[in-house]
């Protein structure tokens, strides 16, 4: 569109929802090709994609506007250009203050043959401007990835103020980020890859009631790339993250931090919340103007864990994360209170029961196993409890670790006994049921070493597992038990018929009398 004459007409320029592409001019053009005193100029750009133009992606000269248009709005949302020769938006002005405001929300402009985006502000007297940069990003600029200039024929005092957030210029061949007559802040700037500069501040116009400074919070940049021209500043902020860990990369929970700024000033205080470390914390890094240079850096990290210290030191020219590495080398400790080391039962499972200490880094895991298989995790706090289940009968080893959050281990190992079985039980003498004359039977046998005998409810007594005891048989069958019991009154029973005969058989001849032959 070219506006030949528009004498304090109002221009009204949107454009939405298109793509433009393999284009050998420009793709959005609006200029005027004579003198055209416009009036208010209300321009949007939403939802646009260019792509290999041989022009600008995005051209907007709309002329100089009369006495009574003072109002010019620029908006581009949710743009994306690649391969052109960028964004181009000049606007003039002649009324006694004129009022802009520049808009650029979520702008992707990449591999550009000159400035990415090249705003040109240029009042004829006082001025005031706002400008609101959110979600901006470039790449493969041959030229300035962002130029803002903002400049008055009879230099008249400028009010600007910037309102950024999440602005990344990378691999410029000129400079990332040229800013004239701007007060305010952003948040999350990233400028690399800057051949000549990154920041180019200008404040040559600057009002009596603005005081210049733009806040960089979060500014990620070269600063011997950085020049404040004027009577303006930059005060950049950028974060701080401390990371304590111990020697093997556990993060030291609880351990004290205090942040000093190279004149010893105590500039912040936390302590290690999590495996992430201490909150960030948001330090002034440094002043920058057009005189001089002063920087906090470097700031000193001071580190304390009960009676362990250690110190780190750091520049917050840019965002920084500082690791301290803190070192115990004490192992924890452990005791295993139930079941007690030789211990024998006759039930499957048990109760699991101790105690753990770790002076320094704190404990970090519990585990046990049993007769070496795998491990079982039973948390990390002490004392601790837990139930052991479907142990097989038999002779088991019962072996608890500790690690603390520094590596360290210690270890208990104990031995318990399930046994469910009945005690080894053998008569030897005699053999099973017998007939026997005489009435006093001798019993011999063995059992499990430590288990109690008995026989027909008499004890009898034991040495090493051997026994021998005698029973008084009454006249006919005599039933003899014999029981085995061991200290977990798991029973062996052996059961004979012992029959007594003390009579003599009776006898009758009847076929011969006494005498004969």
Not at 219 to 240: E, I, T
Not at 339 to 359: I, K
Request: hydrophobic letters at 40%; glycine letters at 8%.
């Amino acid at each position: 569109i070219d506006v030949r004459r528009a004498d304090a007409a109002m221009i009204m320029f949107d454009v939405d929802n298109s793509t433009f592409t393999d284009l050998g001019y420009h793709g959005v053009y609006v200029a005027a090709s004579s003198t055209a005193y416009v009036g208010n100029v209300m321009a949007n750009l939403v939802d646009c994609t260019f792509t290999d133009l041989g022009g600008y992606s995005y051209y907007l000269s709309p002329g100089r506007p009369g006495a009574t248009g003072d109002d010019q709005r620029v908006a581009l949302t949710r743009v994306r250009a690649h391969n052109t020769t960028g964004v181009y938006i000049s606007l003039d002005g002649y009324a006694l203050e004129d009022y802009y405001r520049l808009t650029m929300d979520k702008v992707n402009i990449t591999h550009t043959r000159g400035d990415a985006i090249n705003v040109i502000i240029h009042p004829y007297q006082s001025a005031r401007m706002d400008t609101v940069l959110r979600d901006v990003f470039t790449r493969v600029t041959n030229g300035t990835a962002l130029t803002l200039s903002y400049t008055s024929d009879r230099n008249q005092p400028l009010w600007g103020h910037l309102t950024g957030e999440r602005i990344t210029l990378l691999d410029q061949q000129m400079g990332g980020l040229s800013l004239y007559e701007h007060t305010g802040s952003i948040e999350d700037l990233t400028i690399k890859g800057s051949v000549d500069y990154d920041m180019h501040k200008v404040d040559n116009q600057l009002p009596s009631d603005e005081t210049g400074i733009l806040e960089l919070h979060s500014a990620s940049m070269d600063r011997n790339k950085v020049k404040v021209v004027g009577d303006g500043s930059l005060w950049v902020f950028n974060s701080l993250s401390v990371k304590v860990e111990w020697q093997n990369g556990m993060a030291a929970l609880g351990a004290g931090v205090q942040v000093q700024d190279r004149s010893f000033e105590v500039v912040a205080v936390g302590h290690v919340e999590g495996e992430h470390g201490m909150d960030p914390v948001e330090l002034l890094a440094y002043i920058l103007d057009s005189s001089e240079f002063r920087s906090r850096s470097p700031f000193i990290v001071n580190i304390t864990f009960l009676d362990l210290e250690q110190t780190g030191v750091c520049s917050l020219d840019e965002p920084s994360t500082v690791l301290i590495i803190v070192h115990d080398r004490v192992a924890p400790s452990v005791v295993i209170l139930e079941p007690d080391d030789g211990a024998s039962q006759r039930a499957s499972y048990f109760e699991l029961r101790g105690s753990a200490f770790d002076a320094h880094a704190g404990l970090y895991q519990i585990r046990y196993n049993l007769d070496g298989d795998e491990w079982v995790d039973i948390g990390s706090a002490s004392p601790f409890r837990t139930t052991v289940t479907d142990v097989e009968p038999g002779k088991h080893t019962l072996e608890v670790e500790v690690e603390d959050r520094a590596g360290n281990v210690a270890r208990e190992v104990i031995s318990i006994d399930i046994d469910n079985q009945p005690p080894y039980l053998l008569v030897v003498s005699p053999e099973g049921d017998l007939l026997t004359r005489n009435p006093s039977l001798v019993i011999r046998g063995e059992t499990e070493d430590g288990a109690a005998i008995s026989i027909n409810g008499e004890d009898v007594e034991t040495l090493h597992g051997l026994f021998i005891a005698e029973v008084d048989l009454q006249e006919g069958p005599n039933t003899v038990t014999v029981v085995s019991m061991d200290r977990l009154s798991n029973v062996a029973t052996v059961r004979f018929i012992a029959v007594l005969d003390t009579v003599e058989p009776f006898l009758d001849i009847q076929s011969h009398e006494d005498g004969d032959w």
